[in-house]
């Protein structure tokens, strides 16, 4: 890497330290690349790093990756790529095997055969976890220890990407906030997911879809920004947990669901979707602010960091039932890619939770973003190296723009106007909202007239078959287009 104070150059540049960016880095390097990799944030306030449940990957004996696909098909509501659950559903064993290679250490038994967890939608035990529900914790922790011992990769901690630096109509770089820019023959953005936008979350406050904005600005398509799962069981009305996540993984174990009359109301391991409109439309009858989580059937010393979390707040699970409702959690849609991360804008790729290879459809099927992380993170990795070396850009790259950030008002108003059942009254409200991204959100989510997956319209309550596998694709502009993707 050539090196001076405001300019790097490098084979590959990638912004985001979570599992999908540290592992792009490690492949690359790997693969004989000099790799600069950008993170905002300290690695604790990643997504990845906060994950829990595990990742899905068809090992067990009577698993095989047709069921892996078919349950990612059912869950994703008509609108999965195939192609895309295709590529998933069959790597990811061989990249939970990588992971084990590169140290990573999951829950197994005494003979070493994986230990699988069991999780909504999954017709199978699929989930493969480390530490009882501290999977993305080891995971990252090993990746990064990994990236920071490798001579090829520079690691540029507390710095923000605010802009793609294009030239002659192709990406050649990134530029940073503090005025920095790095020159590279790809840029691989992997800066997660948008659900921080919203004021209910599960997820770290960094989640604010920045590399989708970066890469919209810059001219690349998004798409399905309509699609923002729910998560159903996140802490409500707890001091210090406000939002805390609950695996579902612990439903996998014998949790149940309660409403205010103490009774269970709805399966506990049906697709997210459906488990978090259920218990949404529960509150909304009754005025409850809450369903109670029972996990007093569950082995405590299965989920220890739940349960230290829980106690921390004064919760004992053991044997008092957990105050839940749902929470903004994960973002389906994202910038466009292709199978190997290329998103519209040549030298630009994506990868994580901030890509959308069609793959979640209108729901994602738990545990897959993990996987996600790596089979693609490794397939960008690779195809990046395939880029033209350039040197397009001069030696003085651009002063980068101000990033938009949102304001507490836009993040009240996508809870209220792009939560679990959305009306075109609030959408239309939301597309004068200042921030961007927000807007891009509502425009997409008023062009899906009809109810699907995670996205609910009050005045289209049914499936439109219509447009089944139609992804609302951003491209110049606002107004989306409806495409269909196989
Ligand atoms: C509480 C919780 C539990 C979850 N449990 C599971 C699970 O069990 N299984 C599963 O499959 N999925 C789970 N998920 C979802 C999964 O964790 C995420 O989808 C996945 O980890 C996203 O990884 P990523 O690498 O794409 O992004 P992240 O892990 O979020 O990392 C994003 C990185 O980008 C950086 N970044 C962002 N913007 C910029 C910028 N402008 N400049 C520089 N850097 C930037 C951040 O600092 C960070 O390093 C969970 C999510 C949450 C919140």
């Known amino acids: 890497m050539a090196d001076d104070d405001a300019l790097l150059t490098t084979d590959i540049a990638v912004v985001g330290a979570g599992g999908a960016g540290l592992y792009a880095a490690l492949t690359a390097a790997t693969a004989g690349a000099s790799v600069a990799l950008v993170s905002a944030t300290p690695l604790a306030q990643t997504a990845s790093y906060w994950a829990q449940g595990g990742i899905a990957a068809a090992l067990a004996i009577e698993d095989s990756p047709e069921r892996h696909l078919a349950d990612t098909e059912a869950a994703g509501r008509d609108a999965v790529r195939r192609s895309a659950g295709d590529v998933l559903v069959s790597e990811a064993a061989a990249r939970v095997a990588d992971l084990e290679r590169l140290g990573v250490r999951f829950d197994s038994d005494r003979q070493g055969v994986l230990a699988l967890g069991l999780e909504g939608g999954h017709s199978v035990r699929r989930v493969v976890h480390a530490g009882g529900s501290a999977t993305g914790r080891r995971i990252v922790r090993?990746?990064?220890?990994?990236?920071?011992?490798?001579?090829?990769?520079t690691v540029i901690e507390g710095a923000r990407a605010t802009s793609a630096w294009t030239h002659d109509g192709r990406c050649v770089g990134i530029l940073l906030e503090d005025g920095r820019a790095i020159r590279a023959r790809a840029t691989i953005l992997a800066t997660g997911g948008a659900a921080a936008l919203w004021s209910r979350t599960t997820n770290p406050p960094g989640s604010l879809g920045i590399g989708m904005s970066?890469?919209?600005?810059a001219g690349a398509q998004l798409a399905d920004l309509e699609f923002l799962q729910f998560h159903p069981t996140a802490v409500?009305?707890?001091?210090?947990?406000?939002g805390f996540l609950v695996s579902e993984a612990i439903r996998g174990e014998g949790a149940?669901?309660?409403g205010p009359d103490g009774q269970r109301f709805v399966e506990e391991l049906a697709p997210r979707d459906k488990v978090a409109r259920t218990i949404f439309q529960l509150l909304a009858e009754t005025g409850a602010t809450s369903v109670g989580l029972d996990m007093t059937d569950?082995?405590?010393?299965r989920f220890p960091n739940v349960v230290a979390a829980l106690a921390d707040a004064g919760l004992d699970p053991t044997r008092e039932r957990i105050p839940v409702s749902p929470a903004s959690h994960y973002m389906m849609g994202g910038i466009v890619t292709d199978l190997d991360g290329r998103s519209t804008l040549p030298g630009l790729y994506a990868v994580g939770e901030t890509a959308c290879t069609g793959l979640h459809g209108a729901n994602r099927l738990a545990s897959n973003s993990l996987s996600e992380c790596f089979v693609f993170g490794a397939r960008a990795a690779k195809a990046g190296l395939d880029e033209p070396e350039t040197l397009g850009g001069g030696s003085q790259p651009p002063a980068p723009p101000p990033l938009a950030h949102p304001s507490r008002a836009t993040q009240e108003a996508l809870w209220r106007d792009a939560g679990i059942?959305?009306?075109?009254?609030?959408?239309?409200?939301l597309l004068e909202d200042p921030h961007p991204l927000a807007r891009l959100i509502a425009a997409c989510a008023l062009k899906r007239q009809e109810s699907r997956g995670a996205h609910q319209r009050a005045e289209f309550p049914e499936v439109d078959p219509g447009l089944d596998h139609r992804h609302a694709i951003v491209g110049d502009g606002m107004e989306p287009r409806l495409e269909l993707w196989h």
């Not at 970066?214 to 600005?217: C, I, M, Y």
Request: hydrophobic share 45%.
């Open 236 to 242: 409500i009305g707890v001091r210090g947990r406000e």
């Open 214 to 217: 970066l890469a919209h600005a």
């Open 142 to 153: 090993q990746l990064s220890a990994l990236a920071v011992d490798r001579e090829a990769i």
């Open 298 to 301: 569950v082995d405590p010393a």
């Open 421 to 429: 059942l959305r009306t075109r009254e609030g959408l239309e409200r």
């Open 256 to 258: 149940t669901l309660h």
